[in-house]
């Protein structure tokens, strides 16, 4: 891989990161988060513009003072394209052109599911990197697929969401349970100290790769609804093992299209990614498959779950390697194919 560095600007949704990649070594990957959206329970799309804008010269400012990096040392920047939300992608993408524009360099787009699973290339991300071709199961806030990946840039969706996404539904169920936005890392914390066989929760039946997350959430609210009626206080009393339990549920759900996957495929390599790949309850859920099914798992670096930049340098490494620029005519949007 070329020496060549690369500066990766990260804008999809509330996080504003730049990093700084030479070959497939990150050298800084500095992120701001927006803290403001806890008080409304989710993502507020003009809000997190607004911050994107504030937060962004900072942002790759300490990213170069990181890397111990000149700007005219910088080949190319590599920035999110999409998909994610437009006001917050317009900020990266016109700051990634302005900057691309007064250095002279080539501006490279990237698209961010894209960039989740190639994650797995960064230096520092795994042991050793995948093989191809391999399974990624995707799993964020916006997005849950099952991926099969061919080469770097050759991917397939086999399976997705036909409704919410994994996280959604973490952060949804949370919702119902009063816990702070997102929801998604709290459960994962208290369900450690629960037990996950205490409730049972409703798993979809679909004969596909495909997942569905709308009838665990549906299901949980009327659980819920009708305990309540008989203990006021029976969330909190719970609380435990009722993170346990939907944890344990949604895992399962994940697991098994993956697993049937992995089957039918024949395929030993399998990996995830994304913001919900740092669940403790998937990554354990991996590592048993690793020991029961014999499957070569792969897990990237808590840093590199979440949505940020180091994931966008890398990809924007192995398109400059190509020569897969794009001109300044480019623009943002919030639908992008893998």
Known sequence: MSDSIILGIESSCDDTSAAIIKGNSILSNIAANQAIHKEYGGVVPELASRAHQQNIIPVVEKSLTKANIQQNAISAIGFTRGPGLLGSLLVGTSFAKSLAMSLDV????VNHLQAHILAHFIKDANPMPPKFPFLCLTVSGGHTMIVLVKDYFDMEIIGKTIDDAAGEAFDKIG??????????????KLAKEGNSDTFKFNKPKLDNYDYSFSGIKTSVLYFIQKEVKKEND???NNMHDL??????TIVEILMNKLEKAAKDLDIKEVAIAGGVSANSGLRQAMQDNHEKLGWNIYIPKFEYTTDNAAMIAMVAQLKFERGEFTDL???ATAKYDL
């Open 243 to 248: 993170c346990a339990s939907v944890q344990k």
């Open 329 to 331: 005519r480019t623009s």
């Open 175 to 188: 919702k119902i349970f009063d816990l702070d936005y997102p929801a998604g890392p709290i459960i994962d």
């Open 234 to 236: 029976f969330v909190k």
């Open 106 to 109: 080539p501006l490279i787009e």
